[in-house]
């Protein structure tokens, strides 16, 4: 059972995406909210596996929310508009859709979603390219990312790899309660993550890493839940 989230600014659109759910018994619907500011609160005193999200609402967009959330639930875009589509996928929605939503399109979404949480439920190691071979790494392993030209440095416990990928292809195989993105260039592994500096957060083993202007508010959300 998924404990999902609606949130929109128009009472019809939560009606819709209500009646297309009752398709879908795996889906549990925990709250309704009508503003940023109002999921925003609720995502802080509860749990939720999915955000079904419109972006234009008002004082705060759907997509100026998301960069604010340290720790992310799985998320459909529920919008009218399709120009937002890039900045979507950029923060690693599930899909987007656009409305009026059908029920063929919304069930294409939910299954996307189901494969991500069955992907994070199993998975232990993530596998990297590094020259002609292929490592498969314990995720656990792994203290943090490093962007390096076209290719990603990768810090683990025992040693360090180059790996032939970017950043953001590592980051989408790793399990995202598990890893922030900390500056353009680092994403870090949150159980050595020690303390946070004015510029920059130190990992366990004494590593120094600057951190980005734009990364600074979920670090300092994530340091406020320990």
């Keep these: 059972m998924l404990k999902a989230l609606i949130v929109d600014d ?18 549990a619907i925990v709250g309704r909210c009508f503003s940023a500011t ?3 609160q609720h995502l802080a005193k509860h749990h939720v596996d999915l955000l ?24 459909i875009i529920v919008s009218a508009y399709s120009e937002f589509a890039i900045d979507g996928f950029d923060l690693d929605v599930a899909d987007y859709l656009l409305k009026p939503v059908n029920s063929q399109r919304l069930s294409k979404a939910l299954d996307k979603v189901r494969e991500r ?4 439920n199993h998975a232990s190691k993530i596998q990297v390219k590094v020259g002609r071979e292929i490592h498969r790494l314990d995720i656990d392993s792994i203290v943090y990312l490093e962007a ?34 900390i500056h353009k ?6 159980k050595t993550l ?20 734009s990364f600074k508010l979920a670090l300092k959300r994530h340091f406020s839940t320990l």
């Design 10 to 27: 128009e009472p019809l659109a939560h009606t819709v995406l209500l009646h297309h759910l009752k398709q879908h018994p795996d889906i």
């Design 38 to 40: 109002e999921t925003l």
């Design 52 to 75: 079904f999200l419109d972006i234009n609402m008002p004082a705060l967009s759907g997509i100026d929310m998301l960069k604010v959330i340290a720790h992310p639930p799985q998320v």
């Design 117 to 120: 949480c069955q992907g994070h």
């Design 148 to 181: 390096y030209g076209n290719y990603v440095k990768v810090w683990t416990t025992q040693t360090m790899l180059l790996a032939n990928s970017t950043l953001k292809q590592l980051l989408e195989g790793l399990p995202k309660v598990d890893f922030l993105q």
């Design 185 to 190: 260039s680092y994403v870090v592994n949150k």
């Design 194 to 213: 020690m303390c946070l500096n004015t510029d920059t957060v130190t990992l366990s083993g004494g590593v120094n890493l600057k951190v980005g202007k």
